[in-house]
């Protein structure tokens, strides 16, 4: 049974930086895709960043260049670093696993970014 842990997350003032972690088990090798989205009531759920087994990255223009995917050596710890961050960036960021046609995702965790 494929599980997703994220872990990391809270409150910072604008500029600063947070870490987020994403835990995936269960799978057989690395899962196809890892994506982090953020969710928030101004702007629905907004794909921010991902990575592919093979450890091709990708990230949204809102993010590019201030996020970045972080894996460990069996790809199934994923840290999303975020730097100078704005008011914008806060949300719920969740973290979803892709193996084949089927996503699984993680509980979710609230980045809140002061001003």
């Known amino acids: 049974q494929v599980r997703v842990v994220q872990s990391g997350g809270g409150s910072v003032q604008a500029g600063g930086s947070l870490e987020l972690s994403c835990s995936v088990s269960g799978t057989i090798g690395k899962p196809d895709y890892v994506k982090w989205y953020r969710q928030n009531p101004g702007r629905g759920r907004e794909l921010i960043a991902l990575?592919?087994?093979?450890?091709?990255?990708n990230y949204a223009d809102s993010v590019n260049d201030r996020f970045g995917l972080l894996r460990d050596n069996f790809g199934k710890v994923i840290r999303l670093a975020m730097y100078s961050l704005k008011a914008e960036d806060s949300g719920v960021y969740l973290c979803?696993?892709?193996?084949?046609?089927?996503?699984?995702w993680g509980q979710g965790t609230q980045v809140t970014i002061s001003t």
């Open positions: 990575i592919t087994g093979g450890g091709h990255t």
């Open positions: 979803s696993a892709q193996v084949g046609s089927q996503e699984y």
